[in-house]
């Protein structure tokens, strides 16, 4: 039962709350917070910058005591304001830079390598990487592991990688990289993905062009979201502990706010895990 005037609310700005990896993670932070009569808001900023800043201001007009973001490219300066105006501020899917901010990760250096390691070890000597714009932390961050994993394979990226970049990462982002995949003269045989959404899409562009998966084109994606055991060609991905991630970054929140001055910032990394299923498995 609720005491009056006990309620208080957190806020958490993710990149975009239709993206399920993003769902699940806000499901792991209501798990936390429902334990402590704390409510949630909840925004997408869309990797917008600006976006971001105002759901900031806006949650800080509510009133809220603290807030979980993953930040946009180049919204550093406005959390810091906000921190400085007294929000407690955890960085949600990304590693902080500074010591008195508290950050929740996953490893996506290592994760992406972990796929690439994957179709090499296949057979696979070229390999498509439908990715989002660089300056996204998570595509940046794995473009270097899936560099690093074809490296230290002996493999020269000029020749094994064919990079496409995609304005959007969801399904649509994912359909027009493949289409761009399929017109290259000398096709890839595997496509790794950003996400498991643009994964979708590539294979919903692979199977409008009749494009066998895995026999003629194998398939990963990335963060192994609930609905990749479940597609009709069983998707191969990467696995993030989205529930875990979420529910920590709320406890570091609330840890944060309970213990004051006595608490300790920490900057939490998880290690991905590769999920093989049939959009990869030859067999
Ligand atoms: O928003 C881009 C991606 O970053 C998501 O798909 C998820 O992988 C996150 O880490």
Avoid: K
Avoid at 40 to 49: A, I, Q, R, T, V
């Amino acid at each position: 039962q609720l005491r009056a005037g006990t309620i208080q609310t957190v806020g958490a700005i993710v990149l975009d709350i239709a993206n399920p990896f993003f769902t699940e993670v806000a499901r792991g932070v209501e798990d936390r917070l429902a334990a402590e009569d704390y409510t949630l808001m909840l925004s997408s900023s869309d990797e917008d910058p600006e976006r971001e800043s105002r759901y900031l201001r806006l949650f800080e007009e509510h009133g809220v005591q603290g807030v979980m973001v993953t930040p946009s490219a180049g919204s550093i300066d406005a959390l810091l304001a906000a921190r400085d105006r007294g929000v407690d501020v955890v960085l949600l899917d990304a590693t902080s830079p500074f010591d008195d901010i508290s950050s929740v990760a996953v490893d996506d250096v290592r994760g992406a390598a972990l796929a690439i390691e994957h179709l090499v070890a296949l057979g696979h000597r070229r390999i498509a990487f439908v990715n989002g714009p660089l300056s996204i932390r998570q595509c940046a961050d794995r473009r270097a592991g899936v560099l690093q994993a074809l490296l230290a394979a002996g493999l020269d990226p000029e020749r094994a990688l064919v990079e496409v970049t995609i304005g959007s990462l969801n399904a649509d982002g994912g359909e027009e990289g493949i289409a761009r995949v399929l017109d290259e003269s000398d096709r890839p045989t595997a496509v790794f993905c950003v996400n498991d959404l643009a994964a979708l899409g590539v294979l919903r562009g692979l199977r409008a062009r009749d494009v066998a998966v895995p026999a003629e084109m194998a398939v990963v994606g990335y963060d192994d979201v609930t609905f990749a055991s479940m597609l009709t060609v069983p998707l191969t991905s990467v696995r993030q502990p989205t529930h875990q991630l979420g529910w920590t970054a709320a406890d570091l929140l609330l840890r944060q706010r309970t213990e004051g001055e006595r608490f300790q910032h920490q900057r939490v990394q998880f290690q991905p895990e590769l999920v093989v299923r049939g959009s990869s498995d030859p067999n």
